[in-house]
């Protein structure tokens, strides 16, 4: 019971080329080595109050596993949502919710993977840098199954009520193993559940819409107060267009179909108000600021024609790095640019319903917003860089490394986690470098600078 637990919460919502050479042959790596992205026109007149709401007691994952299959199991208050009623007894990641046959269910939340804890304290919209995917859910998705049967008739209210996570929770549970503690198979989790699912109406299909690529590529979860800034979502820029759509995509999980769906994304209206909302937590521990003055001059001479200025006047130039400028792992990137998905989410509802948005694939990476990064270690994309002094130093980037996931300690002095070098994998929690899709390289522009530089450099980013 308690590993079935465990798997709802993280539910909740090719490979690795060597080189750059490796690239797809249809794409030229000459094409372009900087893009900006465009905007698109948003929903507005959201509440962002509503929208909190709606994230942490909501029904948008649309079905799960009732409660009364638990019984009384479930007695942990919720001390950082503080919700009230039937959630006030379930951890912060969890949420029941009535379904749409009136029966109540519980399901993950978005706070699954946008909730961690930094020096104690649990902040909403960071990235959860503890995912544990290397498991094969798939026995366990065949034993849920089967203890729903014996539990429920097919004919009753509560098998109704959870037929169509069931039917998502056995599609994507081969799929989400990942080889690499930390990181979070998210694409692949939406890949896999769409893969059943009709793309005109969403409902549920029998027969698969593509093929899915065996090896598991997954990222590192980036903050979502940075979504305000965006003009493209995801790490390579992919999902564009109308933002509700791509934000509530968790719902594919559960929901039963394109009229379920339309009443999540009116409610995400209110949850990307809440995102316009959201701030990044400040540094809380001493800064010197005569370094960070001159911090601040090299990060804009350095940084900020990719990653913006911030300050009173902030500016974000939204662009996609191409992998040959970046040089960092290019799995993820070429990856999302063969799926399938990419295809099948062009031709669905989400695309061709208004408002629309769409998949476009890029052979490139975002140069993110940088609010709140002393927050948000590991770095790169793939989480494979423990903190930013050895981004800004490519030479102490570790091959193997691990921390204390138990109790991880902050470094102040290099802005990110206190590790342990290792020198090969030890256990499951050692990040390890060498395996396909979260090598450690690129980003190498921090390497021109002096010594002293890079430490101003810190210091200023302390501040943003």
């Given at each position: 019971?308690?590993?079935?637990?465990?798997?709802?919460?993280?539910?909740?919502?090719?490979?690795?080329?060597?080189?750059?050479?490796d690239?797809?042959?249809?794409?030229?790596?000459?094409?372009?080595k900087?893009?900006?992205i465009?905007?698109?026109?948003?929903?507005?007149?959201?509440?962002?109050?509503?929208?909190?709401e709606?994230?942490?007691?909501?029904?948008?994952?649309?079905?799960?596993?009732?409660?009364?299959?638990?019984g009384?199991r479930?007695?942990?208050?919720?001390?950082?949502?503080?919700?009230k009623?039937?959630?006030?007894?379930?951890?912060?990641?969890?949420?029941?919710?009535?379904?749409a046959n009136?029966?109540?269910?519980m399901?993950?939340?978005?706070f699954?993977?946008?909730?961690?804890?930094v020096?104690?304290q649990?902040?909403?919209?960071?990235?959860?840098?503890?995912?544990?995917?290397?498991?094969?859910?798939?026995?366990?998705?065949?034993?849920?199954?089967?203890g729903m049967?014996?539990k429920y008739?097919?004919?009753?209210?509560?098998?109704?009520?959870y037929?169509?996570?069931?039917h998502?929770?056995?599609?994507m549970?081969?799929?989400i193993e990942?080889n690499?503690?930390?990181v979070?198979p998210?694409?692949?989790l939406?890949?896999?559940c769409?893969?059943?699912?009709n793309?005109?109406?969403?409902?549920?299909?029998?027969?698969?819409?593509?093929?899915?690529?065996?090896y598991?590529?997954?990222?590192?979860?980036p903050p979502?107060?940075?979504?305000?800034?965006?003009?493209?979502?995801?790490y390579?820029?992919?999902?564009?267009?109308?933002?509700?759509?791509?934000?509530?995509?968790a719902?594919?999980?559960?929901?039963?179909?394109?009229t379920a769906a339309?009443h999540?994304?009116?409610?995400?209206?209110?949850?990307?108000?809440?995102?316009?909302?959201?701030?990044?937590?400040?540094?809380?521990?001493?800064?010197?600021?005569?370094?960070?003055?001159?911090?601040k001059?090299?990060?804009?001479?350095?940084?900020?024609?990719?990653?913006?200025?911030y300050?009173?006047e902030e500016?974000?130039?939204?662009?996609?790095?191409?992998l040959e400028v970046i040089?960092?792992?290019?799995?993820?990137a070429?990856y999302?640019?063969?799926?399938?998905?990419v295809?099948?989410?062009?031709k669905?509802?989400?695309?061709?319903?208004?408002?629309?948005?769409?998949?476009?694939?890029?052979?490139?990476?975002?140069?993110p917003?940088?609010?709140g990064?002393w927050?948000?270690a590991?770095?790169?994309?793939?989480?494979?860089?423990?903190?930013?002094?050895?981004?800004?130093?490519?030479?102490h980037?570790?091959k193997?490394?691990?921390?204390?996931?138990?109790?991880?300690i902050?470094?102040?002095?290099?802005?990110?986690?206190?590790?342990?070098?290792?020198?090969?994998?030890?256990?499951?929690?050692t990040?390890?470098?060498?395996?396909?899709?979260?090598?450690?390289?690129?980003?190498?522009?921090?390497?021109?600078?002096?010594?002293?530089?890079?430490?101003?450099?810190?210091?200023?980013l302390?501040t943003?």
């Amino acid at each position: 019971m308690r590993r079935f637990v465990t798997t709802i919460l993280v539910l909740s919502f090719f490979f690795a080329c060597s080189t750059i050479n490796d690239l797809p042959k249809h794409y030229s790596i000459n094409e372009w080595k900087v893009k900006k992205i465009p905007s698109y026109s948003q929903q507005t007149g959201g509440d962002a109050a509503q929208g909190l709401e709606y994230l942490i007691n909501g029904d948008y994952i649309g079905s799960g596993v009732p409660l009364t299959f638990y019984g009384d199991r479930f007695s942990v208050r919720d001390t950082v949502l503080n919700r009230k009623g039937v959630n006030a007894n379930l951890p912060y990641v969890l949420t029941a919710f009535t379904a749409a046959n009136g029966v109540e269910v519980m399901s993950g939340n978005c706070f699954t993977c946008h909730a961690a804890a930094v020096n104690g304290q649990t902040i909403l919209g960071l990235g959860n840098h503890l995912s544990d995917y290397d498991k094969n859910w798939s026995q366990l998705a065949s034993l849920v199954n089967l203890g729903m049967k014996l539990k429920y008739r097919k004919d009753s209210k509560e098998w109704k009520a959870y037929e169509d996570f069931g039917h998502y929770f056995k599609a994507m549970a081969p799929t989400i193993e990942t080889n690499q503690f930390g990181v979070n198979p998210a694409f692949r989790l939406a890949e896999a559940c769409m893969n059943y699912r009709n793309p005109s109406d969403l409902s549920y299909q029998e027969e698969p819409n593509y093929e899915m690529t065996a090896y598991p590529i997954a990222t590192d979860v980036p903050p979502l107060w940075n979504v305000k800034k965006k003009n493209g979502l995801y790490y390579n820029g992919i999902g564009r267009g109308d933002f509700t759509k791509l934000l509530f995509q968790a719902s594919v999980l559960g929901i039963s179909d394109s009229t379920a769906a339309r009443h999540a994304v009116q409610q995400f209206k209110h949850v990307l108000a809440w995102l316009e909302e959201l701030e990044p937590p400040r540094y809380p521990f001493p800064i010197d600021q005569e370094k960070a003055a001159k911090g601040k001059i090299i990060f804009e001479k350095n940084c900020s024609k990719c990653h913006g200025t911030y300050g009173e006047e902030e500016t974000y130039p939204n662009k996609i790095i191409a992998l040959e400028v970046i040089k960092t792992d290019p799995s993820y990137a070429i990856y999302a640019t063969e799926s399938g998905i990419v295809d099948w989410y062009n031709k669905s509802w989400f695309a061709q319903t208004s408002p629309k948005s769409f998949f476009e694939p890029s052979l490139g990476y975002i140069a993110p917003p940088l609010d709140g990064i002393w927050a948000s270690a590991p770095y790169l994309h793939n989480g494979s860089v423990p903190n930013i002094y050895s981004l800004l130093n490519s030479s102490h980037r570790p091959k193997y490394w691990s921390r204390n996931i138990d109790q991880i300690i902050y470094d102040p002095i290099n802005i990110g986690w206190i590790y342990n070098i290792e020198k090969k994998k030890k256990s499951k929690t050692t990040y390890d470098t060498t395996l396909p899709a979260y090598s450690n390289r690129g980003h190498y522009f921090g390497d021109k600078l002096s010594e002293q530089a890079r430490i101003d450099l810190l210091e200023y980013l302390k501040t943003i």
